[in-house]
């Protein structure tokens, strides 16, 4: 569905460049749910950033269904990235405004019609089990309720790609048991997945497949008890249980 070709991310900062990725080719096909690990800095939310179209690489190519999103007019790429739903690790919902509103945000944006933004909204908050918080502030809620709530927004756009940058990493074990099988229960439903999570029981629980991305590099791609595997070693962390 959606692949990178030798791609390379450099980004320019106060210290001079920095080459948060290099080499990396690395394909998601349609239906699958990957995991993407490894250690911090390693590139992994730019990974995601560059799969949800939110930036462009310094070298390579981004290739959505066989077309170089490079090279896509202004109103494919609108179309492309309206196909993709990301959920931050911050949830990033606006204060301001409900649960509900937060979800019908992006619909608004692609100026959908009202009675269209209704519907989806309560499917969506319905799927991702936060219908009964849809007048609440992102102040009232739990972690986990966030969570949900973000997940939800996501929901609202009926993405054919998800992809979710650490879903479970600031939510107690149980919470994060009923996020992982929330996102179980939307890949199920055929939606494309990729999840960066430090957590190795969550990419055990809910990918088939990992990306171990190192230095910018993807070092080890394959079925996820392999990967897991070979990660072991370096990372004293993962004795008890981490990435
Ligand atoms: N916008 C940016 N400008 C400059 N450097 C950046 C930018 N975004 C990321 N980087 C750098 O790129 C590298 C990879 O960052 P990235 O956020 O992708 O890592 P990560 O694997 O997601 O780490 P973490 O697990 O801590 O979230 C880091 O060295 C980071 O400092
Ligand atoms: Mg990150």
């Known amino acids: 569905m959606i692949a990178l070709e030798q791609v390379e991310k450099c980004y320019a900062s106060g210290e001079g460049p920095v080459q948060a990725l290099s080499g990396v080719s690395f394909t998601l096909g349609e239906g699958e749910c990957w995991g993407i690990v ?3 800095g390693a590139g992994k939310s730019t990974l995601l950033r560059l799969m949800a179209l939110l930036e462009e690489p310094t070298r390579g190519r981004v ?3 066989g077309v170089c999103f490079a090279q896509s007019s202004p109103r494919e790429k609108r179309h492309a990235r309206q196909q993709i739903a990301t959920v931050f ?3 990033r919902l606006l204060s301001r405004r409900t649960v509900a509103q937060n979800a019908a945000l992006p ?4 100026r959908l ?3 269209e933004i209704a519907q989806r909204v309560e499917e969506s908050l319905w799927q991702a089990g936060i219908a009964h918080k849809a007048g609440a502030y992102p102040a009232q809620l739990s972690g986990g309720q966030r969570q949900r709530a973000a997940i939800a927004r996501a929901l609202c756009q009926k993405p054919r790609l998800l992809l979710c940058d650490e879903p479970t990493s600031a939510l107690d074990p149980q919470s ?9 229960q939307i890949n199920e439903g055929g939606v494309t997945m990729a999840v960066i999570t430090h957590d190795m029981n969550a990419a055990r629980a809910l990918c088939p497949h990992t990306a171990l991305l190192r230095e910018g590099k993807l070092t080890q791609v394959g079925r996820t008890a392999q990967v897991l595997e070979g990660a072991f070693q370096p ?4 004795e008890r249980g981490a990435l």
């Open 38 to 40: 490894g250690p911090s």
């Open 113 to 115: 019609p009202r009675q």
């Open 235 to 238: 990372f004293a962390p993962l």
């Open 176 to 184: 994060a048991g009923e996020i992982l099988e929330l996102l179980r």
């Open 63 to 65: 290739v959505l269904d």
């Open 107 to 110: 619909l608004q944006m692609q």
């Open 89 to 91: 690790q911050d949830c």
